[in-house]
């Protein structure tokens, strides 16, 4: 990974000048057929675009799994915790923008098209604010318009345009060197609690050394990183329980355990509460 203003610039421009041919929404609706395989929910909105070739995602639309490959001037744009999956089985080149609360993450990737996935982005940009007013407008306008509109299309290139600006007035990363890593490690944990990670492989991904990940995850939240990993595990459960789509166990699966037992004890020592019986109430909550 490289930390680089003007290479990231180059690449943002591009999909700025790219005519806009389709634009597909992630939706937050759990997916009927979901269990297949596992979706991402990042918490904050985001946008996929190749940049070069053919980019293939999973994604939810209208209560089912949708796998398309996209092509260069068409997008995913995925609602806050809109469920979407990258596929690594082709050759291309893509960006990634995720909007959060307090920055702007932008990433490009060159693929080789042999899977697995990449360890990290091959260049990246950290903004030191969020989008401006008139950036979120037009990310709203995107996701709130009729699909695939003329309007919604000149909207995202106004937004690309408005991510291109921000980032040719951004001078440095966002505050001190701390927040930043931070920021980059919450990312990284975020999308990949579901998997078998451990300290040292998350060290080795994100090029920390073992000791100063464990004293950041140790100051910002209070907990160490297994405990962090199982309360985004937990958090995950609870969104998935307040919806009647997925079983337990592919519950369980979703949120990174392999064994549907061990995943009710855990479930119980946080809250006091079967999954079943979470659920049940959450249900009855909503039809009140």
């Known amino acids: 990974m490289k930390i ?7 690449h943002l421009r591009k999909a700025a000048s790219l005519k806009v041919k389709k634009i597909c929404i992630a939706q937050t609706k759990p997916p ?16 996929i675009m190749p940049l070069t070739r053919e980019k293939r995602i999973r994604f939810a639309e209208n209560g089912s799994v949708q796998d ?16 979407s999956s990258e596929v690594w089985d082709r050759k291309h080149s893509m960006i990634s923008i995720v909007f959060r609360d307090r920055y702007i993450r932008t990433l490009f990737i060159h693929h080789s098209g042999q899977p697995p996935e990449p360890d990290g982005p091959d260049i990246f940009f950290h903004t030191a604010s969020p989008l401006s007013p008139a950036g979120a407008c037009l990310l709203h306008a995107v996701l709130s318009a009729r699909p695939d509109s003329e309007s919604q299309h000149l909207s995202l290139q106004a937004l690309l345009r408005n991510v291109v600006e921000t980032v040719e007035c951004d001078q440095a990363l966002s505050g001190v060197r701390e927040n930043f890593n931070w920021d980059y490690v919450q990312d990284y944990l ?3 609690f579901h998997l078998n990670i451990t300290r040292e492989t998350i ?3 994100l090029h920390l050394h073992p000791a100063t990940l464990s004293r950041l995850v ?3 939240t209070g907990l160490g990183i297994n405990e962090y990993i199982s309360r985004l595990r937990m958090d995950q459960a609870c969104k998935l329980l307040t919806e009647n789509t997925l079983s337990i166990d592919e519950i369980a699966d979703q949120c990174g355990y392999r064994y549907t037992s061990y995943f009710i004890r855990k479930f119980r ?3 006091a509460d079967s999954p079943f019986s979470y659920r049940m109430k959450m249900m009855e909550r909503r039809n009140r």
């Open 4 to 10: 680089d203003r003007e290479i990231m610039l180059r």
């Open 269 to 271: 020592r946080y809250y």
């Open 203 to 205: 060290s080795k991904k």
């Open 68 to 83: 398309r490959i996209f092509i260069p001037g068409e997008a995913l744009v995925c609602h806050p915790l809109g469920w």
């Open 32 to 47: 009927s057929d979901s269990s297949k395989f596992f979706i991402t929910m990042p918490k904050s909105p985001r946008l």
């Open 218 to 220: 140790r100051k910002m």
């Open 190 to 192: 975020e999308t990949h």
